[in-house]
């Protein structure tokens, strides 16, 4: 058949546009997209939540916010249609008649060839370790429930309000998250919420709240906790001696000792608890607590000098510690020691280590602690303030905790 050059011109455009939506359909078919059919997948949601962090970094606040509630939206999109499945397979009157066996389940599961079914609990296992449910289908179906909840979601949704000042929003999506500590993948974010909540009670000047949620962070300081807590946990300091015979001795030491030789015979590596028994110490002595302000300090104290010691050490295998005169230059020479001084605030806290000390009868404790800071020219305002200690030492009047 012969065609025209009108019926040519056409029969080509007609061509070229179905090419074009052909390539177009390809790329859709192998492009990803949010979600398929059923809902969101088992990655979706913890890509959306890595997008958002990205964009808070960047400082894109607004739409950060947005991809960390749809993070939340996802998961629990996902976790509903799986536990929707779930249901569905239990109320089968069969599987009603299997008296709630887990294993009866996962074999009708198997046999029938109930995939979605088999997917969700496939899911939950990944979450929670099986023999947790002892064989129980309703406990395996509730705890399926309980992944629909988000807490990383919540908690970098707090980020987002407490950058941008929200100061009550950011709290109470902190406290949601710690509420929903027992999905968190990272055993470490507990610890992390609590500091945070403690910083906004600070800010907000919730002083008892914020003691409050501080000493419940030193809960888990194995050397501080009870003595009956300890003992029954086994995390006595040393053989034969209680948490509480340690901290006494460790006290007696320093107060009669001095402070080179504490540090000489005493270390300490707990540094998730070093900023709680910092701000406790600050909190205390403000208040006109010394005795209690002296007790934490010297926990901070130590810990930071630890890590301090532990750095120098694995730098220079044949270092020992003799006195914190000669451990000042090893810290102004080291930018990663420096900054962990600055950055923790290793020389307000010496200093007081010594003002608690000296409120409390403990002078010559004090003054070796104010001989050391008065020789470093990198403690600043803590070498001026020793500096006048020295010249007269006095109890220092705590106005606000800073």
């Known amino acids: 058949m012969v065609l025209s050059k009108s019926m040519k011109g056409n029969y080509h455009r007609f061509l070229l546009i179905f090419l074009l939506l052909f390539c177009a359909g390809l790329v859709c078919a192998q492009t990803p997209i949010g979600h398929g059919p059923d809902g969101p997948g088992p990655r979706d949601w913890w890509y959306t939540l890595e997008r958002g962090k990205q964009m808070f970094r960047r400082g894109d606040y607004g739409n950060a916010l947005l991809a960390f509630e749809d993070a939340r939206r996802q998961r629990q999109a996902m976790y509903e249609r799986m536990e929707r499945d779930l249901i569905d397979l239990l109320s ?74 929200e100061l009550s929003l950011a709290l109470n999506q902190f406290q949601k998250a710690l509420v929903m500590q027992n999905l968190m993948e990272n055993p470490g974010y507990a610890t992390e919420l609590l500091y945070k909540i403690a910083a906004i009670r600070r800010v907000r000047q919730e002083y008892n709240e914020m003691e409050r949620i501080l000493l419940s962070v030193l809960s888990t300081d194995r050397l501080w906790s009870s003595e009956e807590e300890s003992s029954s946990t086994g995390t006595e300091l040393l053989p034969g001696t209680s948490p509480s015979f340690a901290k006494q001795a460790m006290a007696r030491t320093l ?15 707990h540094d998730e608890s070093a900023h709680a028994h910092r701000l406790l110490g600050f909190y205390y002595y403000v208040s006109g607590r010394h005795a209690r302000a002296q007790e934490h300090l010297m926990f901070a104290f130590l810990i930071q000098n630890t890590v301090i010691i532990d750095e120098v050490k694995r730098r220079r295998f044949d270092y020992a510690f003799t006195s914190l005169e000669a451990l000042g230059p090893e810290i102004t020479r080291n930018p990663v020691l420096a900054d962990y001084a600055e950055k923790n605030e290793y020389y307000k806290t010496a200093y007081y280590l010594g003002a608690s000390l000296y409120s409390s009868g403990k002078n010559n404790a004090a003054i070796s602690i104010w001989n050391f800071l008065a020789g470093q020219n990198s403690a600043g305002e803590w070498q001026r303030r020793a500096q006048s200690q020295l010249q007269s030492p006095h109890v220092e009047r705590g106005l606000e905790l800073q």
């Not at 887990?102 to 496939?122: F, K, N, P, S």
């Not at 979450?127 to 429930?145: H, V």
């Not at 988000?150 to 949704?157: L, R, V």
Request: net charge negative; proline share 2%; aromatic share 14%.
């Open 255 to 269: 107060e009669n000792n001095g402070i080179d030789r504490f540090i000489t015979l005493y270390r300490y590596s």
């Open 92 to 165: 089968i009157y069969e599987v009603r008649r299997m008296n709630d066996s887990l294993d009866w389940v996962e074999r009708y599961i198997e046999e029938r060839h109930y995939t979605r079914a088999g997917e969700a609990l496939r899911e939950l296992y990944y979450r929670i370790p099986r023999e947790n449910f002892k064989n129980s289908a309703t406990a395996a179906l509730n705890a399926l429930g309980t992944l629909k909840e988000y807490p990383e979601a919540e908690h970098w949704i707090g980020e987002t309000y407490l950058v941008e000042g």
